[in-house]
């Protein structure tokens, strides 16, 4: 039997800016990758973008900061959301948020920088719980991307949890969850949903795109005129999020374009894969192990 959505705070549809902007609503793009880290995009084609359809920014490269600071430099009057994408050690990806750009660039300084491997976009040294616990004197707002994906990759926060990779209690250190990610299929962004309400969570959403066309086509949207206002109503549970996830072919295409960004760090990629399969591949001899028992 298929997940029923109960949110009223979410929308899958397409963006309509004109009724938003009419709406009084700023409506961002909480999830976006540009050539600072594993996307082709340039960052002023991003502003560019950006402005011209009338949308704001959160630039969320892996585990760099390059991106969001060169959007500042060269931006016109686009909402930017200073922010970054972390992946940890055992796979989960976590979003943070940051009310001040200079705490952003204080955290990576002394969290991720000298903690990026080989493959510096896939995961760093720290644990989840050690970027979290970073985070927390920090003002800021840490999300659980994608938390249930993907495939079988252990990306999502709560898909570790569920697979017993990780404690219970870490979901109770974000303070809001990735209700809708444009690279993900509905059934995983319904279960994001019903996350977030069950734990009373606050919401984002964003493309998690890799190509300038994706951009902009899953919106966060709240009453706010400044980033400090948007980031209180995401934990204050006053904001919606509308847009629809990509295409089958659409996530093929991004797939194959992201990978080529990473085939000169083939070796180390393969060995942080395998690293984050320890947890599975145990648990399967395990099993075998209990079978043989009986």
Do not use: W
Request: glycine share 8%; aromatic share 8%.
């Amino acid at each position: 039997m298929k997940e029923r959505l109960k949110s009223f705070n979410v929308r899958f549809e397409r963006p309509v800016m004109k009724e938003l902007s009419e709406g009084g609503y700023a409506a961002v793009d909480m999830h976006i990758h540009t050539n600072h880290s594993d996307a082709p995009v340039k960052v002023k084609a991003a502003v560019k973008r950006a402005k011209n359809i009338g949308f704001g920014l959160a630039i969320t490269d892996h585990n760099a900061i390059g991106g969001y600071k060169e959007a500042v430099d060269c931006n016109e009057g686009v909402l930017l959301i200073p922010g970054l994408e972390v992946s940890a050690r055992e796979g989960p990806h976590i979003l943070l948020y940051f009310y001040s750009p200079d705490e952003m660039e204080e955290y990576y300084a002394r969290y991720i920088r000298d903690n990026r491997r080989k493959s510096p976009y896939m995961a760093i040294r720290l644990s989840t719980r050690e970027i979290l616990e970073g985070a927390e004197p920090y003002h800021c707002i840490a999300a659980a991307a994608h938390p249930y994906g993907y495939l079988i990759f252990n990306k999502g926060l709560q898909k570790c949890i569920d697979s017993e990779y990780l404690p219970e209690d870490l979901i109770n250190a974000v303070q809001a969850v990735e209700a809708v990610s444009g690279g993900m299929p509905r059934s995983e962004n319904i279960r994001a949903i019903h996350l977030a309400e069950m734990h009373g969570l606050g919401i984002v959403g964003g493309t998690d795109g890799h190509l300038l066309f994706d951009i902009g086509r899953v919106l966060t949207c709240s009453h706010a005129e400044t980033p400090d206002e948007f980031l209180d109503n995401i934990l204050k549970l006053e904001n919606f999020i509308i847009g629809k996830e990509k295409h089958f072919l659409e996530k093929g295409l991004m797939g194959s374009i992201v990978l080529t960004g990473y085939v000169r760090y083939t070796l180390p990629s393969l060995a942080i894969h395998y690293e984050q399969n320890i947890p599975r591949i145990q648990r399967y001899f395990h099993r075998i192990r209990r079978k043989n028992r009986r």
